[in-house]
């Protein structure tokens, strides 16, 4: 039984203000029937940090540098570093860095490599463009960009969470049916179960647009295993929601 995983990711939102507001407020709401995990920006991961000690809900950044340790590498934050720090996760290959910051498959595949090496879950995301989905391209999309994860991590691939992210839902209030969202996942569990026995443990999560009123049908379905939240992981009402549905 794999036990449902709720990450908000709040990109490049927040201040020091809102970090203690919302924490404050979810902690206040903890324990949920999930695991809980925000990635807040790298700003206020020691202030997340230090808000979060003693509490359940875990933390991650929302991206991280392919290089470890210290080095000539302006702008960049190691999983060393994470580490240091306490984080447990890392987000890797959000569309948002592939599509403006020009982030390929085998960089996301090298930083997910680097995340791990140094004890933070990667969690790679994969998903297609709406023109990739109306040329019928879906699978081999995500699968080439899974297949480039397998590729680095060999066998440790059972260690990620992956999580499927339609680019055409993120962020646009368009959401894919959890018949259609369920299809791909359970096409990435296959093709994840080829590379590692693991892959039936592994929590493949589900992101685009999901909201309180949506989360509990995606859910529900066999290989979807929680959710990466953006818009609505920034209302503790509407998150709380999430992590209870
Ligand atoms: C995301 O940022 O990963 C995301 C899924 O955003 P939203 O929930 O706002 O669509």
């Known amino acids: 039984m794999r036990k449902k995983l709720v990450v908000g990711n709040w990109k490049m939102n927040g201040s020091r203000a ?11 709401r903890a324990p949920w ?22 509490s359940s809900i875990a933390w991650g950044a ?6 470890n340790g210290q080095g ?26 592939r599509t403006y910051h020009a982030e ?9 490599k680097a995340a791990l090496a140094q004890g933070v879950v990667p969690i790679v995301c994969v998903g297609e463009t709406r023109a990739e989905r109306e040329a019928g391209h879906t699978d081999a999309v995500v699968q080439r960009q899974l297949a480039a994860a397998i590729r680095s991590m060999g066998a440790r691939i059972g260690e990620v969470v992956v999580a499927y992210e339609p680019v055409w839902a993120i962020g646009t209030g368009l959401t894919a049916t959890p018949e259609q969202a369920q299809a791909v996942h359970a096409r990435l569990r296959q093709q994840l179960l080829a590379a590692t026995p693991a892959a039936a443990q592994m929590r493949i999560l589900y992101g685009g647009s999901v909201k309180a009123d949506n989360a509990s049908q995606l859910f529900a379905q066999p ?3 929680g959710g990466l939240i953006g818009g609505a992981a920034l209302k503790a009402d509407d998150f709380d929601a999430i992590c209870r549905a």
């Open 72 to 97: 000539a590498y302006t702008g960049e934050v190691s999983a060393t570093m994470l580490t240091d720090l306490g984080a447990t996760y890392a987000i890797v290959g959000h569309s948002e860095r």
């Open 18 to 28: 809102m970090v203690v507001e919302l924490l404050t407020d979810l902690k206040a």
């Open 33 to 54: 029937p999930s695991d809980v995990a925000i990635c807040p920006p790298m700003a206020y991961l020691g202030q997340v940090q230090a808000e979060l000690t003693g």
């Open 223 to 225: 290989d979807i295993d």
């Open 62 to 67: 929302q991206d991280v540098s392919a290089h």
């Open 104 to 112: 390929n498959d085998q960089l996301v595949a090298a930083k997910a």
